[in-house]
Structures are given as C-alpha cells and as structure tokens.
C-alpha cells in the first residue's frame, strides 16, 4: 500500500484515501481516488507555482488565490519532467546516429552472429 503523509496532521495514510482517517482532511477531489487535491500550505497559493498560472491558460474562478485546486501543476516539477523528457530523447537520437554511422559494421556483425548459429547448428 502505499502512503503519503496528510498535508494537515502528517499522518501517513493510504495514498488512495479520500479524507484522512486522523483528522477528517479532504485529500481528494469530488470523492474520487483518482483526482488528488492539492492545498496550498499556510501563507501561500497554489497558483503562485502552478503551470497553468504561469502560462496564462488557467480560467478557474479562485484563481490567482487558490487553496486548494485540482488541476494544479506544480511548475517546477513539470519543469523537471521535460527536462527529463528531452534527456531521454536526445539518448535515443544518440542511439539511432550511431547505429546509422555503424550500420555497415552491424550488418557485418549479423552475418558472423548468423554464420555461427549455422555453424554451430550443422556440426
Ligand atoms: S489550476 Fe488551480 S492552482 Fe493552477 S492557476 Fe488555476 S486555480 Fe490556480
Ligand atoms: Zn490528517
């Protein structure tokens, strides 16, 4: 099972929870498990660090002041996640360059692998 710890009393309680067992504490949107809630802490707003706050794309009515929101993307994170998006993409154009300028040397490599399974198979 796993956890996250209540964003008022800091329980650990099940991630798929929708109040907290300790302290009543909404965790999910419209009581469904699947669309988590987000809340800002004390002195704060979610929009400040949210995505949809930043690029303008955001018609909620609470914002800039939400508390609590569902669609909230912290900007960061999302940040994180391209950045992390472009380094895997940029491995794989690696990859396919070299097996490009290599392609002669593999091609050889698969006849001698191919050779060999033969070879080996007829003796
Ligand atoms: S999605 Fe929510 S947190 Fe983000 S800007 Fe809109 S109201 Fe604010
Ligand atoms: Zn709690």
Redesign the pocket.
Known sequence: MATVSCPRCHQAVDSQAITCPYCRTTLKAFGHPGIPL?RASKDE???DS????ADDT?N?P???Y?KD?T???NIEESKLQSQQQLAHQSFGVTVKSWVKRNQGLLLLLGLVLICLVIALSTS
Request: one cysteine or more; charged letters at 5%; glycine letters at 0%.
């Open positions: 987000h707003y979610l929009c949210c995505t949809y706050h955001c909620f609470q914002r800039p939400a929101c669609l909230y993307q």
